[in-house]
């Protein structure tokens, strides 16, 4: 029967279609920018680690000595062991209180709870370089609180050195550590831990042995995050570690970079490029660590309450020390910067309501130089936030939903950017602008700043929208295409659409993350494009607490606006994942 | 005319070959099932005919449009295909009402507003949800969305209308009702029809032909009556119906068929139009339900001894596990019975006889010539 039927089948002069559409282009075309975007800042890099000259020089030539150089110099291996050295100690200390924190305010009848959540993610939202400030002010060696404690006749610390770094940094990231392992708790089963409780295990016996566990995808996802993002962390060691000239790569790279009388070229390259190696090594671990984690997901579903914990009496030996933590590590350093900005003077001898002062506003505002930066910093949140969230989307897309033969290798350049740190790709972009002749004309505008920062927060807001990408069925991608639309009709009509509360909520993340930004732009800023970052630093030099203040006051509120606008206006959840 | 034609259909994963040369042919307007175990390559197949996998080899053509031609690297994408297609999660965009939600495709294919809005509103009256055109998909019952699926699947009068398990997110009671109804639905537009089930009534209920799949091979393709009486393979046999199958030898010939000597010394008479050699093996294929159990032994032949193993009550009737010395099978009775020992009674016309590697498994090789 069908042997018959096949034989009308075949010659049939059959119509055909020729079917023309702009999905394949736009997906190359994604494809090439995301490419070139990520070559961009590495390849004069990789070019300057072999040349024995500056890449501008025309008579440079290949040399590997360079490399020869830096690796026989004892001072890098010094900074490279102090850097890890910082990095395990705060992403140590970060990790802990971030988990225990986690579990206090989830699964315990802790008292205060809801506004605890609320305030020990600050750090989230506050420029590591704001705090750091923030952080002198109260406890640096001449600070309020160190004053204090001194006139008390008790011995003082030192913040100026490994331990007291690690501690502000690890203040700044144990919000990364608390987030992941809240959602980790909050997906996990209470189902598991009932059934602890049946086979006969006492309540923190079953947190212990059931709940705990199931959080290690989020531990060591977020212990490697935060080593990775220690690495990488100028501010912080830059502004504490200078008085006492304590160096890690990232501040080792900074300093000999651009301060340098007689800038070592070739030898910045191989560090930055060890560097990003180092990184690299780090983020593949993540990767794969996070790979071999699976088991330990459990597939919730339904959103079931967690148990509570019923702590006792001990509910309220958690409640200070949590109290004590949130006051010394947060509230503390923040009234002091605003203190600082309000004051012309901030000490414990003198009350500080008699030297009110709006002068640290005034001379910001009134500084065409310092006011201009924070429109650009404002111009690039907004507009560069907005561009960065359509191109991350569409790479998204790309690399889930179409049939694009790279789109797998898209996925992992749109995260290859996570191996380089802020400094580095300021450095790369600066390098590839000095090298591509004609471009000058552009060189000093705030967008070129926008696209650096795009390429470097790509992975942010590729893995920011993912998720609620492979939450969208595929089937209403294939019923939208069988109806007729083409892959970037179903883009725009089903999917970008469907998208709308991931794509808000990344733009809001954009935003702050732009606004923090400033190790990307240090390099790369050029008169004219200062950012808040930049003349943060640049007042830093000078040494004017004052001003830092103020500005730092100014991004503050900029940044809780904010916040607190999407979160009411627009209802967005940034790190509900 | 807008009958299919699939030929010579192959499509791998890596390295897993997951159709292999699937071939058949839909009339036009008729409903053709494709049925089959789960991961058997039905919704794969779908798909490659749907445009949204692209086969490796093979000819799909519509009518006159030919939408694969692999040879020579034809391979029209989805949205230019004119298909309607009904998903098994029933793909209603959320954020679009029922009426947008058809309105989608008419729009794309720059039909006019107006005449648009007429054929919306016919296709909703036929399906029964006129009133509920202002909704939106989460506002719809589970039945109701599946009949939004099945008006935007129609809305653009496509040349064919694929349905991948349309009715099994549905509750057993809607979906006979909308077994029914789908079934009538279909018929009235005359839309070419391919149904993916792997739900055998379904299937017999449905169809105008079935093609049987198994392992990304097409095992068996015909009518229902034919598949279900004319198993070809051991395959068919056991995935539809409940069926049992008993070892023997060809004892002896008889008029119109053979006899069979099965294990423990009975013999059963079959009625068989193959020529079939005295001594050569094969196995006898028996429906459940059309075994006769005999309690008091009143059949002379084709009668076997059974020990009843298990009893399970449906409801509307009993069905006996039992066993005999050829070995075990399902029958059924009106009524309970309460001895451990049976007769059981099979038409010689109520059986088939397969050899061996016919009836080793589903490896047997497809029926066509
Ligand atoms: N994208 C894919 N990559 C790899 N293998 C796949 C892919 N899609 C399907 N398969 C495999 O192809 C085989 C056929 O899948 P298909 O979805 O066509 O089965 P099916 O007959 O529709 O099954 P079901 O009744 O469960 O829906 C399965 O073994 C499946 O695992
Ligand atoms: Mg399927």
């Given at each position: 029967m069908i042997t018959q039927e096949q034989k009308t089948a075949g010659p049939v002069q059959a119509q055909e279609i020729k079917h023309r559409s702009f999905d394949r282009p736009v997906q190359w075309g994604i494809f090439i920018l995301t490419l070139i975007l990520v070559i961009f800042p590495a390849w004069p890099i990789i070019l300057q680690s072999v040349?024995?000259?500056?890449?501008?020089?025309?008579?440079r030539s290949l040399t590997f000595n360079n490399f020869a150089r830096i690796l026989t110099n004892s001072e890098f291996w010094g900074v490279l062991g102090g850097t890890l050295l910082y990095a395990v100690v705060s992403t140590v200390i970060s990790v802990i209180v971030g988990a225990s924190l986690a579990i206090l305010l989830t699964?315990?009848?802790?008292?205060?709870r809801k506004w605890f959540a609320n305030l020990i993610v600050i750090p989230f939202y506050v420029s590591p370089l704001i705090l750091a400030f923030a952080w002198i002010i109260?406890?640096?060696?001449?600070?309020y609180f160190t004053n204090l404690i001194r006139n008390l006749g008790l011995p003082t610390w030192d913040l100026y050195s490994i331990a007291g770094i690690s501690v502000v940094t690890a203040t700044y990231y144990m919000p990364y550590a608390y987030l992941y392992c809240t959602s980790s708790l909050a997906l996990a089963d209470p189902q598991l831990e009932s059934a602890a409780r049946i086979a006969g295990s006492g309540p923190i016996k079953a947190l212990w042995s059931v709940t705990v566990p199931l959080m290690r995808p989020a531990l060591v996802f977020s212990t490697l995050l935060i080593l990775v993002s220690t690495i990488e962390l100028l501010s912080i060691p830059l502004v504490l570690g200078t008085p006492t000239n304590i160096n890690f790569l990232a501040t080792y790279v900074y300093t000999n970079g651009?301060?340098?009388?007689?800038?070592d070229y070739g030898g910045i390259a191989v560090i930055a490029l060890l560097t990003v190696l180092l990184v690299t090594g780090l983020v593949a671990l993540q990767n794969k660590m996070v790979a071999q984690e699976?088991?330990?997901?459990?597939?919730?579903?339904k959103a079931a309450r967690p148990r509570i914990l019923k702590l006792g009496g001990l509910r309220w030996v958690f409640f200070v020390l949590v109290l004590l933590y949130v006051i010394a590590a947060i509230v503390l350093p923040l009234l002091g910067i605003l203190a600082q900005a309000f004051t012309a003077i901030l000490s414990p001898?003198?009350?500080?309501l008699s030297v009110v002062t709006l002068d640290n506003f005034s001379l910001i505002l009134d500084t065409p130089a310092y006011s201009q930066s924070i429109v650009n910093s404002v111009l690039i949140a907004v507009v560069g936030g907005a561009i960065g969230v359509l191109f991350m989307a569409l790479c998204a897309l790309t690399v889930y939903?179409?049939?694009?033969?790279?789109r797998k290798a898209l996925g992992y350049l749109a995260l290859?950017?996570?191996?380089?740190?802020g400094i580095i790709v300021g450095i790369g972009f600066l390098w590839a602008f000095l090298l591509i002749?004609?471009?000058?004309?552009?060189?000093?505008?705030?967008w070129v700043l926008a696209l650096a920062y795009i390429m470097r927060h790509l992975p942010l807001g590729f893995t920011s929208i993912s998720p609620s990408i492979l939450s969208i069925s595929n089937e209403l991608d294939r019923a939208a295409r069988v109806s007729g639309a083409t892959w970037l009709g179903v883009a725009r009509s089903i999917i970008l659409p469907l998208l709308r509360p991931a794509l808000l909520a990344t733009y809001v993340l954009l935003l702050i993350t732009f606004l923090k930004e400033y190790a990307v732009a240090?390099?790369?800023?050029a008169p004219g494009s200062q950012v808040i970052g930049t003349t943060l630093i640049e007042l830093w030099r000078q040494g004017n607490s004052g001003p830092i203040s103020a500005l730092a006051t100014i991004q503050l509120i900029i940044t809780f606006l904010i916040v607190i606008l999407s979160r009411k206006v627009l209802g967005v959840k940034i790190y509900d994942k | 005319m807008n009958e299919l034609v699939v030929q010579g259909l192959n499509k791998t994963f890596g390295a897993v070959?997951?159709?292999?040369?699937v071939s058949f042919k839909v009339a036009a307007g008729s409903l053709t099932t494709l049925l089959g175990?789960?991961?058997?390559g039905k919704t794969t197949t779908l798909n490659c005919i749907a445009g949204l996998e692209s086969p490796d080899k093979g000819l799909i053509r519509v009518g006159d449009l030919v939408l694969n031609d692999m040879s020579r690297h034809h391979n029209l994408p989805p949205e230019a295909r004119q298909l309607g297609m009904v998903f098994q999660s029933y793909?209603?965009?959320?954020?679009?009402?029922v009426r947008d939600n058809l309105n989608y495709g008419l729009r794309l294919k720059k039909v006019k507003q107006a005449e648009a809005n007429r054929r919306i509103k016919d296709v909703l009256e036929m399906v029964g949800l006129?009133?509920?055109?202002?909704?939106?998909?989460?506002?719809?019952s589970g039945g109701q969305q599946q009949r939004v699926a099945l008006a935007r699947a129609v809305v653009t009068q496509p040349r064919l209308l694929l349905l991948d398990?349309?009715?099994?997110?549905?509750d057993a009671k809607v979906r006979e009702n909308a077994r029914a109804w789908l079934t009538e639905f279909q018929k009235r537009l005359g839309i070419t029809t391919i149904y993916v089930t792997h739900d055998q009534s379904e299937a017999l209920a449905m169809s105008d032909m079935i093609a049987v799949m198994s392992k990304g091979k097409l095992i068996q393709y015909g009518p229902p009556g034919e598949i279900y009486e004319?198993?070809?393979?051991r395959f068919v046999a056991e995935f539809i119906g409940d069926t049992a199958f008993l070892e023997g030898t060809i004892a002896g010939q008889t008029n119109g068929g053979v006899v069979v000597q099965l294990h423990g010394n009975q013999s059963l008479t079959v009625d068989t139009d193959q020529p079939w050699r005295t001594g050569a093996t094969a196995t006898v294929t028996i429906r459940s339900e059309r075994v006769e159990v005999d309690t008091e032994k009143r059949?002379?032949?084709n009668i076997i001894e059974a020990d009843v193993r298990t009893s399970l009550y449906l409801g509307a009737k009993w069905q006996h596990t039992v066993e005999t010395l050829a070995g075990e099978m399902k029958v059924e009775t009106l009524s309970a019975i309460n001895t451990n020992k049976l007769w059981l009674y099979i038409p010689p016309t109520a059986m088939i006889l397969m050899a061996p590697e016919e009836a080793r498994s589903e490896e047997a090789a497809p029926s066509i010539p």
């Open positions: 040349m024995d000259r500056p890449l501008y020089d025309p008579t699964r315990t009848d802790m008292p205060g109260v406890f640096g060696p001449q600070g651009i301060v340098g009388v007689r800038t699976r088991r330990f997901v459990t597939v919730g579903g001898y003198i009350n500080p939903r179409s049939n694009l033969k790279l290859y950017p996570r191996a380089f740190p002749p004609g471009i000058g004309a552009i060189r000093n505008s705030i240090l390099f790369l800023f | 070959k997951v159709i292999q040369d175990p789960s991961g058997c793909a209603l965009w959320p954020h679009m009402t006129g009133e509920l055109s202002g909704r939106y998909p989460f506002q719809l398990e349309p009715l099994s997110n549905l004319h198993p070809t393979s059949h002379q032949s």
